[in-house]
């Protein structure tokens, strides 16, 4: 017979208590932990997803004038080729510190040329690349393999042209590839043929006008990916583009900070209906408190006694919601994506911090009845049947 | 044990025109190994004179001393101590807890003290042997009679073999075979040289003691 074997039998035995103060941390710990799992979920899946937004860096030369070129804007008449960039300075970009999160980067080169007796405008792009730079993109046709050229919408409409057909470029015969279905972007008036052809084309061997960097990353913001580029490449002005990512983001992180103040409420409401049922059992067992005090027991008895008892629960609590949150996680994720979600893992240190937690709230919450407790008179307790 | 002495203790209880004064300026000194019998009639103030002496109802006014101390100017926690090794209590209404087996209830006074499992299951055994409960140590305290009961309460009071036996007629609620049988167990455990002190309205029962202290509306006659 020990406090430990008191405590025990009368959570077995009187269970009623013992569930509502299990009641209250379960539901506490179950919501913190589909909270903060979706948190974290959503969070890798929009790593993952990233790349789905494409290039969100460019660089551009010094030049004031390209900075409002590109980005939507029409891109005739403006010298964009005035001033370039060495194509091998792009590689520097795999020496930062953040290089671990650039998934692309990809040169670009432009340039006008003259299709039909029509003044054009023609890009050198890595047709490699494009799966990643420009994932929205949706072409009729493929993608070729080295020679051969991609249509924006407008300027395949405007010279008439559909897969399969060849056209001269500044004496240069071409076939169509593929053809991009309308994006609303400068991308419609783009003739796509591969660098080095461009570079051949235009006579720029080496060079580049500019590239497009696609950075993958929620843990390091855009804004020190920039600089970080900008450093390693001073000639260039590195400029984020404002894109739907960092909408997504923005709607995760208020997603977030929600998610934080429900927990902290939902932790509050717990505690108290620990409290709450604590105190009426302190009140119900007044007797009982009054015996074992006349038995000796010191206040430091008592009040271990009942800590033991919300320990004990708050634990049961912690883990059952560690394992329900869990499991309540794996459900919405797989019915809100369709199983192509993020996956969602068992996480030790989570499940651990979330028994912390529980203890730690309905060992707080018992204290004050638990002193209640202990400062009984046990005359006037044993008086109280 | 030593003497227990009490000097012009009074207890009033509530205040104003509710106040009831229940023990009033009474002196008297219990020697070691006596057996002290309380009798009066139901309200002159037995109970709380007994739970004085028992360190759990500090008085308005005077002073406990047992073995030399004061026991009231003890804190809380140094009165639990002293009760813990020095008392024994047989409570008028058994107060057993409700979800703990008898054995359990029995072990209850040991529970704070370090000591092997199974020394502390051996001293039950032992006492619910003495008050011939053996074979119902397994049940909780709404299975069994109201007189077994009240035979768990005593085994209960002396599984530690407490100095001091305090009891609030222990034999209420027991048929005179059983209630006689109780008292011979007290005067064994009395004449091993436990110091008891009991409530009773007996006075068959106040005849196993060797003295009475008789309480009429608070004070000794
Ligand atoms: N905690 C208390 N608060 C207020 N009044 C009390 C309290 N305890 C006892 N009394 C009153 O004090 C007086 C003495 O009570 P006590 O219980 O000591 O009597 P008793 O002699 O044990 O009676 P009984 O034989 O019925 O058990 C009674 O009038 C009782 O109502
Ligand atoms: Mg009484």
Known sequence: MTLKNIAVENLRRRKGRAFFVLIGLLISATTIVILISLVHAMKEDINHKLELYGANILILPKTESLSFSYGGLTLGGVPFYAAEIKEEDINKIKQIKNAANVAAVGPILLGPVVVNGHRLHMAGVDFRLLSILRPWWNIKGEIPPEKGAILGHDVARFLNLTPGDRFLINKQKLEVKGVIEKTGSQDDGLIFVPLPLAQEILGKKGHISMAEVAALCTGCPIPEMVRQIGEAIPGANVMAIEQVVKGRMETLNHFERFSYGISVLVLVIGSLMVLVTMMGSVKERTVEIGILSAMGFRKSHIIKTILLESGMISGMAGIMGYGTGFLATKIIVHFFSGGHGAQVLFNPFFAIGTLLLSLTVGLIASTYPAIMASRLDPNEALRAL | ?221
């Open chain 2, 1 to 221: 044990m030593g003497m227990i002495i009490a000097e012009n203790i009074s207890k009033k209880y509530g205040d104003g025109d509710t106040a009831v004064i229940a023990v009033c300026n009474v002196t008297f000194s219990i020697g070691s190994g006596e057996f002290v019998s309380i009798m009066g009639e139901s309200g002159s103030g037995k109970s709380t004179l007994l739970s004085i002496i028992g360190a759990l109802n500090r008085p308005t006014t005077g002073k406990l001393i047992i073995d030399g101390t004061d026991i009231y100017s003890l804190t809380q926690d140094e009165r639990a101590d002293f009760r813990r090794k020095y008392m024994g209590f047989v409570f008028q209404n058994f107060y057993l807890i409700p979800y703990l087996t008898i054995a359990e209830n029995v072990m209850l006074p040991l529970a704070t003290i370090k000591e092997k499992k199974s020394k502390k299951r051996a001293m039950a055994k032992d006492a619910l042997s003495l008050v011939g409960l053996s074979d119902k140590a397994n049940r909780l305290p709404n299975e069994i009679s109201g007189g077994e009961q009240e035979r768990v309460a005593i085994a209960r009071a002396i599984v530690n073999t407490p100095p001091l036996l305090l009891a609030d007629e222990p034999t209420g609620n027991l048929d005179s075979k059983t209630g006689r049988s109780i008292m011979e167990l007290i005067k064994r455990l009395n004449r091993d040289g436990m110091t008891v002190v009991m409530v009773t309205h007996n006075h068959e029962y106040a005849t196993y003691g060797n003295r009475v202290l008789k309480v009429a509306d608070g004070v000794l006659i």
